[in-house]
């Protein structure tokens, strides 16, 4: 019997396994690529590990870092190997396997930790009208493509959406000597990170279109992306007439969301918090499911990688203590996204935890200068903090230590703008 | 020379070749598209209709009764996917509920099987997300769903394997009659010599007529536009839930599909352009709006793609299923637009045996086979079977799409098989690899390194779908 099978080799499935290990608990990780590592494979740029290393490294370096920790510790790992079904029988967990040198197989394990990452919203799930060509391609598969295959798409280039990763490679494709003619954005402010705005569109002088969306794709007589037609929108986000401009492109990249990837757990009859679009989740990120852990991206998204793997070797230790306590009473009450609030994780506060600090990520709703945080509970403010520049493309964290707190009662978070 | 030339390889084209393999014939297939059902086979409701819309008396009306009959043979010969749904025709109030009695005569006029009125409280019970303003329901338990474009290579494959030439990439451009056959000219270079010609080309038809006289009728296009939901909503409905059929066409209906997803339209507009099918804002607009009348709480947030299909209406009020009246041995199949793919396996047998007559002509084909194997679905088999075949074939472990669960071996008998395929367009109408959630987000690459792999290709010259749309440019950091 395994104790815990990490579901991921990731930055979250690496951090996670490793943690776990050191406590000492026997873990099997699976991970569906021939490599560990995930996503951070293809993210050749830099800015990563700067808040773990204090240092600056690039994806596969600090892949590589954690790889390195990852096969010191002598964990068990499968590559090349699907999870195609997850399900719980009493109280033991059947994980079955696919792979072309194991064939198909079971495990068995008293826990799961999720950490699958995350899947590229697409053309289709925002309904772009038009034609379908070829040319339409989400900036992670562009990204794939020029990183890891090294061919390119196309030389003229129109970004949809100013998520990071559209950003990021707004700037790869300008260096690979493609003409990247702008971004647009529906909202009236950025998705992506500042840092990533400034560095890859201001400094290669490529347009930002706020308020604006792609309304209309042509494509040439062999199936292949000709021409986008982008229109700004209004507040309610309905297109604004004689605001047309077209664009002869033939690639368009789209970076309008990524959606954290819980497809496994379907067949599991877990909590859903559609404001995340994944599992709830108490502050030991354990899902409504016992001995379900999620962390990394199939919990929520995250802007860096750093925070990640924080997260992830936190849900680590709390399943060490799920593994070591075998009275697993608990004790939950509704964290609550109030006013102004996108989302927040956890959604539960188990006061029957002994993680007295609870660390609370969350998002704005909308760009907000000057705020108070308040921590609600029974009219009460239980905590209150100012806080500057708060941004719905940058997650906050903070850190509640839950012994101020009623244990029968639920609890809101708040932003009050304050000018 | 060819006995018979068919133009076009949808699901009417497919289903008349294997009809003619009956026959100790010469055939050939000409397809311009380079895959089977790439048109409107491709981009329809996929629903096998139980007949309480055409004229009673009419050629529709007749062959789609029949053809609906035919689909259980072609599930047992061709193993073809097959839901058996059944239809709600669902009315709102009394003024509604005086069409759908219109419709209760139809359906007694053209004998359709087990037709039942249902009070809009009992349909509830049935399907429990009906929109709550339904007040009686007209229900059609012989109505079936499949998968078009499996149909058409189902029909194709075996029609191969009983010797019918299939030629891709050949767009028919000249047709000239010489004094007992005619001469079929190709891509403006190559010419075949056949002793008839089927025209199957579907929203070309016209066009194809054209080529040899003035046609008996003209093909407008009208479009229909759609939404597919995940998969994950398998349930929502378990009947193809149509409203009260109009001047339009059947209007915007839910329709679970085999696979799962449950589509969402059609809406339905005359278009100037018959071969572009592009969606549009005020479409797509049309059929969330339309849609509304039918279910409650449709999870919009769950759509993963929308597309257009063109469907051929005639000027002629009927399917036109006749020889030339000027040009012999030259047969029209024309204006096949819904219930077409409902039809198609009787428009085959009316057009072979009542209209041309085959086998007054020409002896049976004592080597026909009707059967044709099945294409495996690794992950839909039992452990056992699983394990079996593992043995054999270790690929089959190997997961490609994970959001269909595809394996590495399904994909690579796609391209080797009897309908072989070289895009990653073709895979996926294959075997589904990029047909779920993520589109392809993950698997698109792994698709394509299987193409160039078995076809021996630079990745630079794999192709999503139509010749020419290549993936890549050029390599990257490589100057040329």
Not at chain 1, 169 to 175: N, Y
Not at chain 1, 296 to 306: F, P, R, S
Not at chain 2, 372 to 400: M, S, T, W
Request: glycine share 8%; aromatic share 8%.
């Amino acid at each position: 019997m395994i104790d815990c099978i990490v579901i991921g080799g990731g930055a979250g499935g690496l951090a996670a396994a490793i943690e776990i290990k050191r406590l000492g608990h026997n873990v099997l990780l699976i991970e569906r690529e021939d490599k560990l590592g995930g996503i951070l494979n293809q993210c050749i740029h830099n800015g990563f590990g700067l808040e773990i290393f204090k240092e600056e490294y690039t994806g596969p370096e600090y892949a590589d870092k954690y790889i390195k920790l990852f096969l010191r510790e002598k964990i068990n790992y499968l590559i090349d190997t699907t999870v195609i079904d997850l399900y719980k029988e009493e109280d033991i967990f059947i994980v079955k396997t696919s792979s072309e040198t194991l064939g198909i197989r079971e495990y068995k394990s008293k826990s799961i930790c999720l950490s699958t990452g995350s899947y590229e919203r697409t053309r289709g799930q925002i309904s772009i009208p038009g034609d379908r060509p070829y040319g339409v391609i989400t900036a992670g598969s562009a990204q794939r493509y020029i990183n890891i295959d090294g061919y390119m798409t196309g030389k003229r280039v129109f970004i949809l959406g100013s998520g990071d990763i559209g950003l990021i490679m707004a700037r790869r494709m300008t260096l690979e000597g493609a003409k990247v003619l702008g971004v647009a954005e529906i909202m009236p402010y950025s998705n992506g990170l500042n840092r990533n705005i400034v560095q890859c569109l201001n400094d290669f002088d490529i347009p930002l279109y706020l308020s604006h969306t792609v309304t209309n794709i042509k494509a040439d007589d062999s199936n292949h992306l000709k021409e986008i037609r982008v229109m700004k929108v209004d507040d309610s986000f309905n297109v604004i007439k004689d605001t047309e401009i077209d664009f002869q492109v033939d690639t368009l990249l789209l970076s309008v969301g990524l959606i954290p990837d819980i497809i496994l757990l379907d067949q599991l009859d877990v909590e859903i918090d559609p404001l995340t679009k994944s599992v709830k989740v108490d502050q030991s990120n354990q899902t409504s499911i016992e001995g379900l852990f999620v962390c990394g991206n199939a919990l929520q998204i995250h802007d860096l990688v750093d925070n990640v793997s924080k997260e992830s070797q936190r849900t680590g230790k709390a399943i060490d203590l799920y593994l070591r306590n075998t009275n697993h009473s608990n004790k939950k009450i509704s964290f609550i996204p109030g006013v102004n609030i996108a989302y927040l994780t956890p959604q539960y506060i188990d006061f029957s935890n002994p993680n007295e600090k609870v660390v609370v990520s969350f998002r704005p709703k909308k760009k907000i200068e000057k705020s108070l945080l308040k921590v609600i509970q029974n009219d009460r403010i239980v905590y209150e903090k100012k806080k500057m520049f708060l941004l719905p493309a940058e997650m906050e964290t903070i850190e509640l230590d839950i012994l101020h707190f009623d244990e029968n009662q639920p609890i809101t978070l708040e932003l009050e703008v304050i000018s | 020379m060819y006995d018979y030339i068919i133009i076009g390889a949808g699901v009417i084209g497919s289903a008349v070749a294997r009809e003619l393999s009956k026959y100790q014939v010469k055939v050939l297939c000409l397809e311009k598209e380079n895959d089977v059902a790439n048109v409107q086979t491709l981009a329809n409701s996929a629903i096998i209709h139980a007949g309480h819309n055409p004229e009673p008396g009419s050629l529709k009306a007749r062959l789609s009764l029949w053809g609906n009959l035919l689909y259980d043979d072609l599930e047992r010969e061709l193993n073809i996917p097959l839901l058996r749904t059944g239809a709600f025709v669902v009315a709102h109030g009394k003024e509604e509920e005086k069409d759908l009695d219109k419709y209760v005569k139809i359906c007694k006029e053209n004998k359709v099987p087990g037709y039942q009125l249902l009070s809009g409280q009992q349909a509830r019970k049935i399907e429990r997300n009906l929109a709550g303003s339904i007040t009686k329901v007209l229900s059609l338990p012989s109505t079936k769903v499949t998968n078009p474009w499996e149909v058409a290579f189902a029909l194709m494959e075996n029609a191969i394997e009983n010797g019918v030439k299939l030629k891709l990439n050949h767009r028919v451009t000249k047709i000239i009659k010489e004094n007992d056959f005619y001469l079929v000219e190709v891509n403006h270079h190559i010419n075949f010599k056949t002793k008839n010609i089927i025209n199957a080309g579907g929203v070309a038809s016209d066009d194809i007529g054209q080529m040899i006289e003035i046609p008996p009728f003209k093909i407008k296009g009208r479009k229909g536009e759609y939404y597919v939901l995940d998969k994950r909503n398998i349930g929502f409905i378990n009947h193809v839930i149509y409203p009260l059929p109009s001047e339009r066409g059947k209007g915007v209906l839910l329709t679970p599909q085999v696979h799962g997803e449950i589509l969402i339209g059609p809406s339905s507009e005359f278009v100037d352009d018959k071969h572009q099918a592009s969606t549009t804002q005020k479409g797509l607009e049309y059929v969330k709006e339309h849609s509304k009348e039918l279910a409650k709480n449709i999870p919009y947030n769950q759509i993963i793609r929308s597309f257009a299909g063109i469907r051929s209406t005639s000027t002629y009020d009927d399917f036109y299923i006749q020889e030339s009246k000027y040009n012999k041995g030259f047969y029209y199949l024309g204006g096949i637009e819904s219930p077409g793919l409902t039809a198609a396996p009787a428009i085959a047998k009316y057009l072979i045996n009542d209209v041309i007559g085959v086998q007054n002509h020409y002896l049976i084909n004592n080597q026909f086979k009707p059967y044709r194997k099945a294409k495996v679905e690794f992950h839909r088999l039992p452990l056992n079977d699983q394990k079996r075949l593992l043995e054999i074939e270790p690929k089959y472990g190997k997961i490609i799409c994970k959001c269909e669960k595809i394996t590495e071996k399904e994909i690579i008998d796609a391209i080797h098989g009897l309908l072989g395929t070289h895009t990653i367009k073709g895979i996926k109408k294959r075997v589904r690899a990029g047909a779920g959630i993520c589109q392809g987000g993950y698997c698109e690459e792994k698709v394509m390194k299987i193409l160039a792999r078995e076809l021996n290709l630079d990745p630079l010259d794999i192709i999503y779908d139509k010749d020419n749309s290549k993936l890549f440019l050029s390599e990257s950091k490589v100057e040329k």
